[in-house]
């Protein structure tokens, strides 16, 4: 379900979980799995930590049901950007201390028909200024003797914002949809496309980001004042993705390759490459290095200052604009991540994990500071049972 910008994006990629399971040694379906994960991380200069820990319980609910719940619980804390621009001597932009916690749930719940399964789901999400409620229907429908799956699914989220220099709490509403195919090209290789649609409204302005104006307040008498950012209060966004899994039976491991392509009313427009190789180390351990590509243009509204603007900004959002917002994640910027997994899976029922990887963002104008873009450190390790 969708979070908070401060607390987005620190899940592993699930769909390498897929081909893990693939290459896993294969076993009897268990009536009940049992996991747990935690994740660090961790970005340098001392400013932006997320701890997390993550539970997960499915049980078998007869032949054809499942039931699968799982429990978060993070701490975010450290540095982030205020939106202000860098200082003219030192080239670093102002930082602003923060510390939260979030605890999260979700359920769901499946069951097959023939060959659709239908699953539908519950979240929610807690933090101190954050409450998110969520729900999802989805459908899994399987032809030509399995080797078609045909996704479709909904879902959609109902958030309540406390704004700190308002008085009142506001809202935000998202929906989303969902279409897919999975095919099965031959015994060794799978092609999986998807399309989606979303829409947000309400407050989407994050209320902690800052943007400066040189204001007059007196003839001649000039002062940097700072003000909150002032977004659109809805936006759409369609994506659309495509990824392909081979196993290459001779070299013991397998290959996955993922393109995805975002666009929003915001007037941004992203790409993302990904690419990861899955290698088998005996009958117990997989190796699995990964390099993730992301480049996206700016926002239609996204200025490092208001200095040589005609724009008034005032000390509440306006929702028939001008829009503005100095959020460095609003920028046009490229991000690397690049890392590896080791799984070792002793008995069929346990399987254990450790990951590390390495991510740097970097900006592509002139005009944003360099030292607003981050680069981090995760660390992840986990434990599965079956049984």
Not at 270 to 280: C, K, P, Y
Not at 289 to 300: E, G, H, K, L, M
């Amino acid at each position: 379900m969708p979070l908070r910008p401060s607390l987005r994006g620190f899940c592993p990629a699930l769909l390498l979980a897929v081909l893990l399971q693939l290459l896993a040694p294969r076993s009897g379906r268990a009536e009940t799995v049992t996991a747990y994960k935690y994740q660090d991380y961790q970005e340098s200069g001392g400013r932006i930590k997320v701890q997390a820990h993550y539970g997960l319980i499915e049980q078998t609910l007869g032949v054809e049901a499942r039931i699968k719940i799982t429990a978060v619980q993070d701490t975010i804390s450290g540095a982030t950007p205020t939106g202000e621009p860098a200082d003219p001597v030192t080239g670093l932009v102002p930082l602003s201390e923060m510390h939260d916690r979030r605890k999260a749930w979700t359920a769901d719940f499946s069951r097959q028909f023939g060959n659709i399964n239908v699953a539908v789901g519950a979240a929610n999400s807690r933090e101190s200024d954050y409450v998110s409620t969520g729900f999802s229907l989805n459908t899994l429908t399987d032809l030509n003797n399995k080797n078609t799956t045909l996704l479709a699914g909904i879902s959609g989220t109902n958030d309540d914002v406390k704004v700190f220099y308002q008085p009142a709490r506001v809202s935000k509403h998202t929906f989303d949809l969902i279409v897919g195919v999975t095919q099965l090209l031959d015994e060794n290789t799978s092609l999986v496309l998807n399309a989606s649609y979303g829409s947000a409204s309400g407050y989407l302005s994050d209320p902690y980001k800052l943007i400066r104006k040189n204001t007059e307040l007196l003839p001649g008498l000039f002062l940097p004042l700072t003000f909150a950012e002032n977004r659109p209060d809805s936006r759409e966004k369609w994506i659309g993705y495509a990824s392909i899994n081979h196993s290459a039976a001779q070299l013991k491991g397998a290959v996955e390759a993922s393109y995805r392509l975002y666009h929003d009313t915001f007037g941004v427009t992203s790409h993302t490459l990904a690419a990861a190789w899955l290698q088998r180390l005996g009958d117990e351990v997989i190796l699995s290095p990964s390099v993730r590509y992301y480049t996206q243009d700016a926002a239609d509204f996204y200025r490092v200052s208001l200095d040589g603007t005609a724009i008034t900004p005032g000390p509440t959002p306006k929702p028939a604009g001008p829009f503005y917002s100095a959020d460095y994640r609003l920028a046009a910027l490229n991000s690397w991540t690049w890392g590896v997994k080791l799984v070792w899976t002793p008995k069929p029922a346990f399987q254990a994990d450790i990951a590390w990887e390495s991510y740097r963002m970097t900006g592509r104008d002139s005009a944003t500071s360099a030292s607003a873009f981050p680069k981090a450190g995760i660390f992840t390790f986990g434990l599965r049972y079956t049984w």
